[in-house]
């Protein structure tokens, strides 16, 4: 079957969601969700978005605090627009009826939270599930919208290319299997934009949901689109480290509202730092990795049992009843904490319309480099980026298709069917390389690395991937097929861009390289794409 709309759009967290209802003003929209639409890194986020609301509040402050957080290497005009454009968005959401805990004194007038590397209260949250009530209300909008329709348990496999040699190569769809019929279809449309989140699969420990792939950077790099600063990966300071439950986040709000870290002795973790517990997130992780490895303990400790507890457990229902359901009341105790994969600070390289230099493909939310974040993310920054960047990406891609023909269907379409009919490869086998290549980057390529340590990850992937390759070719694809070799693309991005970067900044930090060399380094680590080897679904001819 043949799927055709405006616009296609690969994923349905608040970057795609929300471009969605924007361009559904302009014409139809295919929304492809791999699992259900609801199943998306926004609907984890607890902590909020930040915004400058506050009166004693100033846009200069926030783009002051987000480029001492990038390490040197935001792009200013990047952090402009979106701080800029903050409010905005946030107004936007509120109109849409998104429930935002209001503050206590001033009905009307939305609470706002402090978390790490900020200088001033400026988190707007719905109490501790903050992405799941602007998830909630997106994706009703989303389903009721007679422009847009949602396609749950479909996942992209590569996107369609045209490959006329007298015309640059466009992309005008996408390979989608559907996961519950197993077919393969193509779904063709004048505009794709990627928006499926970030990669924290990738690690061995993350806080992401199962589906966060890296699809996004592995379907746009096959296609040809170029990537940048794929070495900062933002790992969470507070993850809980308990073992019925090993990627639940304890919000940075937890520390925003008087949390702080200790060890197994009650020894204050960041007493010396002159931000505390509240400065940015790869200064504290690096922090409590330096500790668990000092003292040989498995984890440390966030305590927050000094507050009242009632304004414990009305600020966090959500972290208090899951750590009361383990059976640790954390009014009364410390929560035990380990770093985390958390966030995708790079990704696919964009221009501030969110358009990669694939011509017809944008690239949205985490799975984009807009140069905002620089070398390490600001806290509660993600959700405002994806908001504007889906705003600004919507209006040019509004414009670029009422210059386009309606979308194509081209009479024949060549997918490798070669391997089709033969069963799906045996589970242990893509098992095995997953977890292979999650347990390697998390030892050599984490919080700490070294030129050795990514030589060994280079040469190990190296071996895994060949076998994923051969999979791919001699099977009959599945999902668990389709998120490995995206996996060990988006693994290997990440080593290749570690190894070029001979120092250590922001979340990169080398035992080999300790120095931070603004001289040599103080730029973008950009992934120049190669013409692909393998263009999957060009016409015939």
Not at 117 to 136: C, E, L, N, P
Not at 150 to 173: F, I
Request: proline fraction near 4%; glycine fraction near 8%; hydrophobic fraction near 40%.
């Amino acid at each position: 079957m043949i799927h055709t709309a405006d616009y296609l759009v690969m994923g349905s967290g608040i970057a795609g969601l929300s471009f969605a209802l924007k361009a559904a003003e302009k014409g139809t929209v295919n929304i492809v969700a791999k699992n259900m639409a609801s199943d998306t890194n926004t609907n984890l986020a607890q902590g909020g978005i930040a915004a400058v609301m506050g009166n004693d509040d100033l846009l200069e402050y926030h783009i002051r605090d987000t480029l001492a957080s990038g390490a040197g290497l935001c792009h200013e005009d990047a952090v402009r627009i979106v701080i800029n454009s903050g409010p905005k968005m946030i107004e936007e959401l509120l109109e849409m009826g998104v429930p935002f805990t209001e503050r206590v004194d001033h009905p009307g007038m939305v609470e706002l939270g402090m978390e790490g590397g900020h200088s001033h209260r400026r988190i707007i949250h719905a109490k501790d599930r903050t992405g799941q009530a602007v998830q909630k209300v997106l994706v009703e909008k989303a389903l009721a919208h007679p422009n847009i329709k949602v396609y749950e348990y479909h996942v992209a496999l590569d996107l369609l290319t045209s490959s006329d040699p007298m015309e640059k190569r466009r992309v005008e769809g996408a390979w989608i299997l559907d996961r519950v019929s197993g077919e393969v279809a193509p779904f063709f449309s004048k505009i794709i934009v990627l928006a499926t989140g970030g990669s924290g699969k990738v690690y061995l420990y993350t806080t992401n949901p199962d589906g966060a792939t890296g699809d996004g950077v592995a379907i746009g790099w096959r296609a040809g689109a170029d990537a940048a600063n794929l070495e900062f990966v933002q790992f969470h300071p507070t993850c809980l480290y308990h073992p019925k439950l090993t990627n639940f986040l304890i919000s940075e709000a937890v520390r925003g509202e008087g949390g702080v870290l200790i060890n197994k002795d009650g020894v204050r973790i960041m007493a010396d730092h002159p931000m505390g517990d509240l400065a940015c997130r790869d200064i504290v992780a690096l922090s409590i990795d330096r500790e668990m490895k000092r003292t040989g303990a498995s984890n440390v400790f966030l305590d927050i049992t000094h507050k009242d507890p009632e304004f414990v457990k009305e600020r966090f229902p959500k972290i208090y009843n899951t750590c009361l359901n383990l059976g640790l009341d954390i009014t009364k105790e410390p929560i035990p904490v380990v770093p985390a994969a958390h966030y995708q600070c790079g990704g696919l390289l964009v221009d501030t319309e969110s358009r990669t230099n694939v011509p017809g493909l944008y690239a949205i939310g985490e799975v984009a480099c807009t140069g905002l974040h620089g070398a390490n993310r600001l806290a509660s920054n993600s959700l405002l980026e994806a908001l504007v960047m889906a705003d600004r990406a919507a209006k040019a891609a509004i414009e670029e298709a009422n210059n386009l023909p309606e979308p194509r269907t081209w009479e024949s379409v060549v997918w490798p069917t070669a391997h089709l009919g033969h069963a799906p490869a045996e589970a242990v086998l893509i098992t095995h390389s997953w977890e292979e290549i999650r347990r390697f980057m998390w030892n050599y390529v984490g919080l700490v690395r070294s030129d050795q340590r990514l030589a060994m990850a280079q040469k190990r992937l190296a071996t895994v991937k060949t076998e994923i390759d051969e999979f791919f070719r001699n099977f009959e694809v599945d999902a668990d097929l389709i998120e490995v070799r995206n996996i060990a693309i988006v693994a290997d991005l990440i080593i290749r861009s570690a190894i070029m970067r001979k120092e250590s900044r922001g979340l990169h930090y080398s035992l080999t390289w300790p120095e931070r060399d603004d001289v040599n380094f103080k730029k973008d680590t950009i992934l120049k794409n190669p013409v692909p080897s393998i263009l999957l679904g060009q016409k015939e001819g």
